[in-house]
């Protein structure tokens, strides 16, 4: 049989008798989830009784090293390159191995080169104190020890989740948002993309989404920024527990600014096994992305093309895939739910790499929340429009009826503003004259959707006062500055908790009322906040 098929199959077929018989003159050949992983489990890592394979380098540049080395080398494997740098080696061909330094300073030429055995990523212990941030860079992540239980090997990604054990999506996770918990609610194990141009507030959006997380939901944040930018940015978070895989995309290697997600990736999946809900955050997407084209290109000339090990489709594909709620072997829920954070317009043209990396990301999102940066010129952050969010088709089964009949009224109210508005933009082109009554109501619903932003994270009890207050109160007048409507959020909340304590703690526990209930509850918060209507300035009519 074998000699009657075309001689250029040959190779081939033998590749699959081995991979279906196994390697008898080397260790068995497994399944892989990447093409790497498959040539490295053929090919045989090491043969037993060889000795380390050493080296020397031949040249460094780009933020990438070629090294040759004697003896079988392997993908993922890690390198010592003399004066304490270490990488990992990304590619080999006839010419030498190209290895991925994770020190900024790259190896000088000849220098010796050891390889070891496969990179591995370990979380660290975790931070005791005041706070339970931890911070780690990349290079901080990544364990040697094989012997290590609890690591994962860095460019083996983790498979996804078994599709026969994966659960509905049923409870709400918090955002801490009031337009997101109104219009698009949040829940465990959803892939959540929070996508807009820069500056409009997603960063901040997501340590809000970070703050209002129950205390037994662990969480992994990827961030490229400068280290103490993030200790300040992540200071209101509190005493949630959070690993902090960071890159500094200035001053981190190539292979940090790489390798940062897909360590980030390892961590989430390895709490995964031990905790009821992980929050993996994956933020500065776009300077990953470019990490990866000015990797793809070889750092400069010295590899040729193809030279990435795991694509970027690849990469965000498996945290992705990996997110969801799935049963343990014990029976155990455990959640996964992953936050995409890209800096990019999808309307606008966008370079190739940034084209890629939303591609591969837009069609896995099960949520999609959309930043506007023209809200953000009106100095509201995060600047999330209520238009591109208001919701189509029915509630979620783990929106509280409360919330689902506030929903219901707000997407209606703002529709009507959104219509308003229209109307009187096409009017102004004609030169018709509009009423003045109209004109107070177009400035109302500005103000009221100005509501739904605020900048700090807030609890369900006081989202239902101002998601109420934005439905029953009419503000005549301008749009107020950012710093007064926080006041005037501030005295609403402040003023329903202190003048109706009964009602306010009904509203604590509002996830628990029936659909008759809200009812109820809703009337009485709308007629406890129209008794205070002329309490506050921006609530007053003008005279």
Not at 148 to 153: D, F, G, I, L, V
Not at 159 to 183: F, H, Q, W, Y
Request: net charge negative.
């Amino acid at each position: 049989m074998w000699a009657a098929l075309p001689r250029r199959w040959r190779p081939q077929l033998q590749v699959c008798r081995r991979f279906a018989a196994g390697a008898r003159d080397g260790p068995p050949i497994t399944a892989s989830e990447t093409t790497f992983g498959l040539l490295q489990s053929i090919q045989g890592v090491e043969a037993e009784g060889d000795a380390t394979p050493t080296g020397r380098v031949l040249s460094a540049s780009g933020g990438l090293a070629r090294v040759a080395l004697s003896g079988p080398v392997s993908i993922g494997a890690s390198v010592d390159l003399g004066e304490g740098s270490k990488g990992v080696v990304i590619q080999f061909d006839r010419k030498g191995s190209i290895v991925a330094p994770f020190s900024h300073k790259l190896p000088k030429a000849n220098a010796l080169a050891v390889m070891g055995g496969q990179v591995l990523v370990k979380a660290p212990a975790r931070a005791t104190g005041a706070s339970s941030v931890t911070f780690a860079s990349v290079t901080e992540l990544l364990d040697n020890q094989e012997d290590s239980m609890s690591a994962s090997e860095l460019l083996r990604l983790p498979p996804m989740p078994n599709p026969a054990r994966r659960r509905l999506v049923k409870d709400r996770m918090p955002s801490g948002l009031a337009a997101v918990e109104a219009l698009l609610p949040l829940g465990v194990g959803q892939r959540i993309g929070l996508v807009g141009p820069a500056g409009t507030g997603k960063s901040r959006a997501v340590r809000m989404l970070l703050a209002s997380q129950p205390e037994d939901t662990v969480c992994v944040y990827a961030a490229q920024r400068p280290l103490h930018l993030l200790e300040k940015e992540l200071q209101e978070v509190g005493e949630r527990p959070l690993t902090v895989v960071h890159a500094d995309p200035v001053h981190d290697s190539l292979a940090s600014r790489y390798l940062a997600p897909i360590c980030a990736i390892h961590l989430a999946a390895q709490l995964r096994k031990s905790h009821r809900h992980v929050l993996l955050v994956l933020d500065d997407l776009v300077y990953f992305a470019s990490a990866a084209a000015e990797m793809q290109l070889g750092g400069g000339g010295l590899a040729s093309r193809g030279l990435l090990p795991l694509s970027v489709p690849q990469i965000l594909g498996s945290a992705l895939d990996g997110g969801g709620t799935v049963a343990d072997q014990d029976g155990q829920e455990r959640s996964l739910s992953v936050v995409a954070l890209l800096d990019l317009d999808p309307n606008d043209e966008l370079p190739s790499s940034i084209r890629e990396l939303w591609r591969s990301v837009e069609p896995s999102l099960d949520v999609s929340v959309q930043f506007s940066a023209k809200v953000a010129q009106s100095g509201i952050l995060p600047a999330i429009d209520p238009k591109e969010i208001l919701p189509c088709g029915f509630a979620p089964t783990f929106q509280a009826p409360f919330l689902q009949l506030l929903r219901s009224e707000l997407s209606t109210a703002l529709r009507e503003g959104y219509d308003l508005s229209f109307r009187m933009e096409l009017a102004k082109q004609l030169n018709l004259q509009m009423e003045d009554d109209e004109h107070e109501a177009l400035a109302s619903s500005s103000n009221a959707r100005a509501l739904l932003s605020h900048a700090t994270p807030r609890e369900l009890p006081e989202l239902a006062v101002l998601l109420a207050a934005a439905l029953v109160y009419r503000f005549p007048g301008r749009r107020p500055t950012p710093l007064s409507m926080a006041q005037f959020q501030k005295a609403l909340v402040e003023c329903v908790r202190d003048n109706h304590p009964a009602l306010w703690s009904t509203l604590g526990s509002l996830e628990t009322l029936s659909k008759d209930e809200s009812q109820g509850v809703l009337q009485n918060l709308g007629e406890a906040l129209m008794e205070h209507r002329f309490d506050f300035r921006l609530t007053r009519p003008e005279l």
